[in-house]
């Protein structure tokens, strides 16, 4: 009879269960590209202090005993948060092209569609509810609303929605009230969209270049004819690019205008609003408004 082969003492090595280890129950150490537990143990971790996160999840303070109202809580804060990075993209924009930097205001723009589209996807989680499972939390809301967000308003006025009347809920808050009287003052992004178009050589008529910048832009005929030219011309033109990527803008704030009223109307119907709004009726009116008017009037003439 053939006796066994020896074992291979690698082999032995590298299969056989560590006897020593497994009787003391003994843990396998962590691999090499575990992350440090030690980091922060003394205090907070990095992430928070960078994060905020502690902050962030216990702002929500609830009013009523129905659940939902923690969703439309968190849901209207996240809105929040995305109108803040806009506001800022949007600044970014209008900055760079008031140097004459295509390349970063491009680059804000393109970036501010993405958010944009983060925003719009928050109308999720509220555009099914019906009118009994809002009214479980509505009375939580008293007369706050969503038009006396300040930092709505901020974006409104940077896509040239003037108007000085809505800075009146805010003057209570000096810090609010400060941020979007400046706001109402400067120029708007498409204000320096046009300027940027005047010093290109293009016919913008000088009372649209001197317009007061506080009140509402209105759309002028002389400014379509502009855009009607430049996308007459060539498709590789960093202006005809510049338009799709304000486009893009316009058509995604259109949408978000059109979210909104859809998942009112089908929360509330055509009842008073808060803060007393009219309610769909009122949104009705803003979905129906192009944000840079002339960029979709002028494709008609090309």
Same mark, same amino acid.
């Given at each position: 009879?053939?006796?066994?082969?020896?074992?291979?003492? /690698?082999?032995?090595?590298? %299969?056989?269960?560590?006897?020593?280890?497994?009787?003391?129950?003994?843990?396998?150490?962590?691999?090499?590209?575990?992350?440090?537990?030690?980091?922060?143990?003394?205090?907070? &971790?990095?992430?928070?202090?960078? /994060?905020?996160?502690?902050?962030?999840?216990?702002?929500?303070?609830?009013?009523?005993?129905?659940?939902?109202?923690?969703?439309? !809580?968190?849901?209207?804060?996240v809105m929040e948060l995305w109108f803040t990075v806009i506001v800022h993209?949007?600044? &970014?924009?209008?900055?760079?092209?008031?140097?004459?930097?295509?390349?970063?205001?491009?680059?804000?723009?393109?970036?501010? %569609?993405?958010?944009?589209?983060? !925003?719009?996807?928050?109308? $999720?989680?509220?555009?099914?509810? &019906?009118?009994?499972?809002?009214?479980?939390?509505?009375?939580?809301?008293?007369?706050?609303?969503?038009?006396?967000?300040?930092?709505?308003?901020?974006?409104?006025?940077?896509?040239?929605? $003037?108007?000085?009347?809505?800075?009146?809920?805010?003057?209570?808050?000096?810090?609010?009230?400060?941020?979007?009287?400046?706001?109402l003052q400067e120029p708007s992004l498409w204000d320096e969209v046009l300027?940027?178009?005047?010093?290109?050589?293009?016919?913008?008529?000088?009372? /649209? !270049?001197?317009?007061?910048?506080?009140?509402?832009?209105?759309?002028?005929?002389?400014?379509?004819?502009?855009?009607?030219?430049?996308?007459?011309?060539?498709?590789?033109?960093?202006? /005809?690019?510049?338009?799709?990527?304000?486009?893009?803008?316009?058509?995604?704030?259109?949408?978000?205008?059109?979210?909104?009223?859809?998942?009112?109307?089908?929360?509330?119907?055509? $009842?008073?609003?808060?803060?007393?709004?009219?309610?769909?009726?009122?949104?009705?009116?803003?979905?129906? $408004?192009?944000?840079?008017?002339?960029?979709? &009037?002028?494709?008609?003439?090309?």
């Amino acid at each position: 009879m053939s006796q066994p082969s020896p074992i291979d003492p /690698v082999e032995s090595a590298s %299969t056989a269960p560590a006897a020593s280890s497994v009787a003391a129950g003994a843990a396998e150490p962590d691999p090499p590209f575990a992350p440090d537990l030690s980091i922060g143990s003394s205090s907070t &971790t990095p992430y928070e202090d960078y /994060v905020q996160a502690d902050v962030l999840t216990h702002l929500q303070h609830p009013l009523s005993d129905d659940p939902g109202e923690m969703v439309f !809580l968190v849901t209207t804060q996240v809105m929040e948060l995305w109108f803040t990075v806009i506001v800022h993209e949007w600044h &970014t924009a209008a900055e760079a092209l008031r140097r004459d930097d295509l390349t970063v205001a491009m680059e804000a723009l393109r970036r501010s %569609t993405y958010e944009l589209e983060a !925003l719009n996807a928050a109308w $999720k989680p509220l555009a099914r509810l &019906t009118p009994a499972q809002f009214n479980a939390y509505r009375s939580a809301l008293g007369e706050g609303s969503g038009f006396q967000s300040a930092m709505y308003r901020r974006m409104e006025f940077l896509l040239g929605e $003037k108007s000085a009347s809505m800075l009146v809920p805010h003057r209570g808050a000096s810090r609010e009230h400060a941020e979007l009287e400046k706001a109402l003052q400067e120029p708007s992004l498409w204000d320096e969209v046009l300027r940027l178009l005047a010093r290109r050589g293009h016919a913008v008529p000088e009372a /649209v !270049l001197q317009r007061d910048p506080a009140l509402r832009y209105e759309a002028d005929p002389a400014v379509e004819a502009v855009w009607a030219d430049i996308y007459a011309g060539s498709q590789e033109c960093e202006l /005809v690019r510049l338009g799709e990527a304000l486009t893009d803008v316009a058509e995604l704030v259109w949408r978000w205008r059109n979210d909104h009223l859809v998942a009112t109307r089908r929360a509330m119907g055509a $009842k008073m609003g808060t803060g007393g709004s009219a309610g769909v009726a009122w949104l009705e009116k803003r979905a129906r $408004k192009h944000v840079f008017p002339e960029l979709w &009037t002028a494709r008609s003439h090309v």
